[in-house]
């Protein structure tokens, strides 16, 4: 079994600031790349963030220069420190991983329970 847990959603003012984080723990071989994904009511699920394993980033336009993703390959967790944030930015967090259970098997994709963010104005 292979778990994603998130932390660290909640509510902020806008121009606020608020550090996501993102555990993996299970039976994992190695993970691969992970990321941030958000879904806001009425909306569909989009990316914000990902990062590989040797740590290459790819940002949604939307949040370039405000968002920045991390990770800590040590502990299978990834990051998502979140400034300047605005309304717009209000959605559910989705952590993902590509994870690797064994050598021999192939790599899945896995996805967190979602946290919420909400910003006022």
């Known amino acids: 079994q292979v778990q994603l847990v998130e932390s660290g959603g909640g509510l902020v003012q806008a121009g606020g600031s608020l550090r996501l984080s993102c555990a993996a723990s299970?039976?994992?071989?190695?993970?691969?790349?992970m990321g941030w994904y958000r879904q806001a009511p009425g909306s569909q699920r989009e990316l914000v963030a990902t990062i590989t394993s040797g740590g290459s980033t790819n940002y949604a336009d939307s949040v370039k220069g405000r968002f920045t993703i991390s990770r800590d390959n040590a502990k299978n967790t990834v990051f998502l420190q979140m400034n300047s944030l605005k309304p717009e930015d209000t959605a559910v967090y989705y952590c993902?991983?590509?994870?690797?259970?064994?050598?021999?098997?192939?790599?899945?994709?896995?996805w967190g329970q979602g946290t919420q963010v909400t910003v006022s104005s």
């Open positions: 299970g039976s994992i071989f190695r993970v691969n790349r």
């Open positions: 993902n991983a590509e994870i690797s259970r064994s050598f021999y098997r192939a790599a899945y994709d896995y």
